[in-house]
């Protein structure tokens, strides 16, 4: 890398160990939205990766553009941008202390970045693996999952803050069965152990399961319609172990809502449909920390649901990539770099 670049890289990453410093505002659970912004961000390219940490947010997209922005009173306030070269886009990041921030190629390459402040260098760089997403327990331990190579999964593990990765056994895959990257969000993590990961396009849209940091995985079949016109399961989310949501559908088919959203509360044993009062295809689902509140967003809409789902309720006719939220705020980020941000009020 370039010192040009690395100066780049060295100025946003210290603006955003500064936000860190900012104080943040009152902790209520709200369930109604105000927009308090609505712009762009990453050099105005379309982005799929965002995170809300503290008072900060990152987001990243397109041709290695990544933004940081600084909350203060539940405003967003306009930060800085800056690209990293050599990437093809931005699908998932990682905000994993007010020092360092990991962010996630999906392309041709296969390729995890880390900036510290200081260093800044390429942790994992395999060619011809298309990352999917990844998830961390903590700051040092985490996972990130990939589309198949022979018959199996890509999987890799950190327990150094992403310093260094090792490669593991992933499970075997289906005929055509592989992720998806829509959102960087087909993979999480709960408690101390446990991690789930979703797949599609093959006969049966599959969720895996590990309570042992990807050592040993079950397999779980779901309802979710998979297949044909790259159906399957785009993003999930669990706020804790047993309970959580899988979404989904089809972009090259994305009006079609019958069969997209569902949710469980038994480890994937037993599901409930969910997907009545969404549009269509979904890339994207987030949660508050207990699912008391959760959003679903893709290209017809935002919708949120104050009843894990039971029913949904539009927030946006536009047509959003990737959310992300607070117990305080949220984010959507979309085509072009476009971004809604929202204060969550009473």
């Known amino acids: 890398m370039t010192k040009t670049i690395v100066k780049e890289v060295f100025s946003s990453i210290f603006l955003f160990t500064s936000l860190f410093l900012i104080n943040g505002c009152s902790q209520d659970h709200s369930r109604v939205f105000s ?18 940490k503290n008072k900060t947010i990152v987001m990243g997209g397109l041709e290695g553009y990544f933004s940081v922005f600084k909350i203060e009173n539940c405003q967003l306030i306009t930060g800085e941008s800056s690209k990293i070269r050599g990437v093809e886009d931005i699908r998932d990041l990682e905000i994993l202390d007010e020092k360092s921030i990991l962010f996630m190629n999906a392309g041709n390459q296969g390729k995890i970045y880390k900036y510290d402040g200081r260093v800044n260098k390429i942790v994992v760089d395999t060619a011809n693996v298309f990352w999917d997403g990844f998830a961390f327990w903590d700051q040092q331990n985490g996972i990130v999952y990939g589309d198949p190579v022979s018959d199996r999964f890509m999987l890799a593990r950190t327990s150094d803050g992403g310093s260094n990765w090792t490669y593991i056994n992933g499970p075997k895959v289906l005929k055509n069965e592989a992720g998806f990257a829509a959102s960087g969000s087909g993979i999480v993590t709960v408690s101390d152990s446990i991690v789930y990961f979703a797949s599609g396009l093959g006969e049966t849209a599959r969720l895996f399961f590990s309570k042992d940091r990807g050592d040993s995985w079950k397999s779980i079949e779901t309802p979710v319609r998979s297949g044909d016109e790259s159906f399957g399961i785009y993003s ?47 890339s994207n689902i987030h949660s508050n920390n207990d699912g008391s509140l959760i959003v679903a967003t893709g290209r017809n809409g935002t919708f949120y649901s104050q009843n894990q789902g039971k029913e949904w309720i539009r927030l946006t006719i536009e047509g959003y990539y990737t959310c992300s939220i607070s117990e305080t705020n949220m984010i959507l980020t979309g085509k072009g770099g476009k971004i809604a941000f929202y204060q969550l009020i009473k």
């Open 35 to 52: 927009e308090t912004y609505n712009g762009v961000g990453s050099n105005s390219k379309s982005s799929r990766a965002v995170q809300i």
């Open 236 to 282: 999930i989310d669990f706020w804790n172990d047993s309970t959580g949501m899988i979404i989904g559908g089809s972009y090259q088919d994305s009006t079609y809502n019958k069969k997209i959203c569902y949710f469980t509360d038994d480890y994937g044993k037993s599901w409930k449909n969910r997907s009545k009062g969404l549009a269509g295809y979904c």
